[in-house]
């Protein structure tokens, strides 16, 4: 059976990513968002990282806390949308560390090709967390994973804003034991590979370019 996807269902996060999705959300508005879902969204993503027992003093008294274990989280963004959702991320964990994997789609093939791939070091020892804001066709989304699962990771998780059941079903047949985040499974996928109903490009709309 594959790992569980799990649609965060928190009213922040749908009140946000209604504003996110509306075409007259501007490029301002629309980093502005991203941030915050990417941000809420990390409190679920991250909600059982393993801790350790510790003790520390308080200006008080000395008492027993709890902090995170072991080498700690690394975000890895698929360039390059996932570039927005690293900021919100590192403001809750800013000791994480961070990778970046590029792909484009070979138009004759419609397969994604890599051309950058920097990854943090000791992944063994590390949590990932794959981070791409749509997950359409599902191609990106597996070839990050096949790069990132062979770097072997401590553990694995994909987190997107939005996906459709055809990129969930093509991820989940390729990399079944990843837990998959979203924020909302929309309808279907168009001819031209776009989210219906999505939010557009979701590059262009966060860097304010325009796909010519
Ligand atoms: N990538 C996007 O940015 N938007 C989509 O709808 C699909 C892929």
Known sequence: MPAAVTVIEHPLVQHKLTLLRKKSTGTADFRRLLGE??????????????????????PVASTRGRL?????????????????????????????R??????????ATLRPVEYYLRL?????????IVVDPMLATGHSAVAALDRVKAAQPRSLRFVCL????????????????????????????????YIVPGLGDAGDRYFGTKAS
């Open 120 to 128: 943090p070091r000791s992944m063994r020892e590390r949590d990932a």
């Open 37 to 58: 879902l990417s941000t809420l969204m990390a409190y679920e993503v991250l909600r059982d990282l393993p801790l350790r027992e510790t003790t520390i003093e308080t």
């Open 162 to 193: 939005v996906s459709c059941p055809e990129g969930l079903a093509t991820l989940q047949a390729r990399h079944g034991d990843v837990p998959i985040y979203t924020a909302a499974i929309d309808e279907r996928l168009n001819e031209r590979g």
């Open 68 to 96: 995170i274990d072991g080498k700690k989280v690394a975000f890895i963004a698929v360039l390059r949308a996932g570039i927005g959702l690293l900021d919100g991320m590192l403001g809750v964990v800013p000791s994480a």
């Open 98 to 107: 961070v990778g970046h994997i590029g792909l484009y789609r070979d138009e």
